[in-house]
C-alpha cells in the first residue's frame, strides 16, 4: 500500500504537509500543566480558538483529561461532558474548524464522533491504554496519531530505561502503524512523545533524531510546547518557555516535522514561515 506522507484526510478534505501546519492546543480541564491554555469557561475557549484560527492554525486539538503526572483523574462521564461541550461550542462559532479530540478512551472516542464532526484522534497512549481504541478508529474513519508513551500518564515517569531511546520509540511505532493499516486505517500520524516516559537527555536524543522516523512513510508530529524538557534545562517554568519553544519547534522542522503543536500558534506559524523560506531559497 501507498501512502503519501505529504498528506492526511481530515473529514474528507486532503491537508496538504508539503508545507508543515500547526495544530493549536485548547485543554478543557481544570488542571493543564500549562495555565495559558487551560480553559473551562465557554467564553475563553472560543477566544483560544479564534487566535488559532486566526493565526493559522489548521487543526484545534481539545483535550478533556490532563496528561500531567500529578493531575486528576477524570471519570469517564467527566471527559465525554468536557470535550463534548467543548466540541459542541466550537463548531456551533466555527463550523469549518477541524477538530482533534486529545484521549485515549475509546469510549469517549465513539461518542464524541457519532454526535459532531471531529476530524481526527490524538492518543497519547498510542493504543496501549485501550484495547478497543484500533478498532473503534478503523470502524469511525478518522484521522488518528499514534503517539509513544509507557505506562500511565500517572507512572510514565518512572519507565524511561532504554537501551536505544530512538531505535525502541521507531520500533513501536512501526509496529502499530502496521496494526492500523492492517484495520484499513490510512490517515496516521506519528508522534515520539517527547515528555512521555522520556528522561530530557532522551527527548533531546529523539529531537536530534527526528529524521529517523520519516522511514515509517507517514508525518511526523512534534509535540513540544512548553515541556519540562525546555523549561527545566533554561531553570524557569512553562510560562517562560516560549522562545524555547519556538528554538525546538525550529530544529524538529529541520528534522522532517510535518506538525507542530503548540500553545502558541502564531509564533508557531513564523518558525514555519522562516522555515519555508529557507528551505525554499537556500
Known sequence: MSVNPLQIKLNNELIDLSTPIVMGIVNATPDSFYKGNRFTSDRAILHCVEKILKHGGTIVDIGGYSTRPSADVPSLDDEVKRVSEAVELILREFPTALISVDTFRSAVVREVVRNYSVAMINDVSGGTLDDLMFETVADLGVAYVLMH??????????????????????????????????????????????????????????????????????????????????????????????????????????????????????????????????????
Do not use: C, W
Open 149 to 282: 508513551m509507557r505506562g500511565t500518564p500517572q507512572t510514565m515517569q518512572n519507565q524511561t530505561q532504554y537501551d536505544d531511546v530512538v531505535s525502541e520509540v521507531l520500533h513501536f511505532l512501526e509496529k502499530r502503524v502496521a496494526q492500523l493499516h492492517l484495520l484499513g486505517v490510512n490517515d496516521i500520524v506519528i508522534d515520539p512523545g517527547f515528555g512521555f516516559a522520556k528522561t530530557v537527555e532522551q527527548n533531546y536524543e529523539l529531537l536530534n533524531k527526528l529524521s529517523y522516523f520519516q522511514e515509517l512513510n507517514v508525518p511526523v508530529l512534534a509535540g513540544i510546547s512548553r515541556k519540562s524538557m525546555l523549561y527545566n534545562l533554561l531553570g524557569t517554568d512553562a510560562e517562560g518557555a516560549l522562545n524555547a519553544t519556538t528554538a525546538a519547534n525550529m530544529i524538529a522542522l529541520m528534522n522532517g516535522a510535518s506538525i507542530l503543536r503548540v500553545h502558541d500558534v502564531k509564533e508557531a506559524m513564523e518558525a514555519i514561515k522562516i522555515y519555508n523560506y529557507t528551505k525554499n531559497n537556500g
